[in-house]
């Protein structure tokens, strides 16, 4: 097979805290640089991008050194936690922004899903937008009007087709943006996570939607998920990346399993280093009695996750959700706080969930967490706040470790019947 992605030596620098390079001076002395033919002075400088822990450079590299190839109807599944870099390699890889050093080659149409209503703009309608996103990717108004019912039906917003998508809810926004990607006939097609804003139901019609793609039409797929069962089932080679290096790349297999026990060894304590008064989740980390932070718990110990949250907004009704996944990303159980009207006064919101001891099953676990107002706005959503491991030793259950057993403990009453 022949290679459409060929990435070399790839590196994304930026500058924290500002937009762009940031500093007169600094814009002026690369500028200097470049005209004598000379390397940027701030190529030298600057740290990993690993968002748990403070520096002392105002450089980070969100990729670094990055080397891949991807042949042509491969199905490339990215897998790396938030700050890793992947959502930045898909930028560069859609053009939508350039790399610091390194380089990229291309073969064939790329079309880009990398947040919701990529590529739209508000004040047109559904039916104007599809047509734009069409003659964006090179199609012809025959070409596009050919594919045109196929697309609505695919997004089932026929209803709304000719409303400005400004009124779509992040819902439709996804539908129809999914709907012109994948029916629009590009060469290389890239997802990112932002399918997990759509519903159980066209989640996975998307899933089928892209095996169709690259099975069927023989085209290639790059897809980010956090969702590990997705990954493993729609693509055939993974990469894992972490804090903006690329540590594995194999089978998608060797990757998800790479990617599960590499995550527990550190997992246990998110601490978002964005700059902002945004409302957001500040701090999430996992305790054992002592306030030490841990990622192993026996099983028969309650399970204590304290999370700090940022709340300039103050708005009435907002809570911390909180998910606790299985070892594939399915969501086993979900708990909410109602934030009171006190701590919306002061801004700030410290508090702490308790999972009552023996309630999970022995196996590594994975935790998300959320600040939101239902049904209206989320402000913030950190997948993978923490990862970690219940160890069980003695119970009932523990004669059968390894097998697959479930995630979950149930007290049931027996009792013989004659």
Known sequence: MSTVIKVENLSKQYRLGTVGTGALAHDI????????????PYIKIGETNDRATSGSSEYVWALKDINFEVKHGEVLGIIGRNGA?????????????????????????????????????????????IFLNGAILGMTKKEIAAKFDEIVDFAGVERYIDTPVKRYSSGMYVRLAFAVAAHLEPEILIVDEVLAVGDAEFQKKCLGKMKDVSEKDGRTVLFVSHNMAAVANLCNKGLVMSNGLL?????????????????????CHYVNQQPGNADKIKEVKMVRDAKKDSESFLFNEPLRIQINAQLPSSVEGTHIGVAVLDKWHHKIFTNTYRITAQQLTTGKVFVEM???????????YFMDVALFVPRMNNFDYVADACTFEIEDLNSELSLFSGADIGNVMVKCNWKELA
């Open 29 to 40: 002395n690369r500028w200097w640089h470049r005209v004598r033919g000379k390397e940027d």
């Open 85 to 129: 870099g992947k959502s930045t390699l898909l930028k560069i890889l859609s053009r939508t922004t350039a790399p610091t050093t390194g380089s990229v080659k291309i073969k064939g149409r790329v079309a880009s899903l990398l947040e919701v209503g990529t590529g739209f703009h508000p004040e047109l309608s559904g039916r104007e937008n």
């Open 247 to 267: 540590e594995y790349s194999g089978t998608v297999d060797e990757a998800v399993k790479y990617y599960m026990q590499k995550s527990v060894v550190s997992g």
């Open 354 to 364: 308790q999972i009552p001891a023996a309630t999970l099953l022995d196996g590594v």
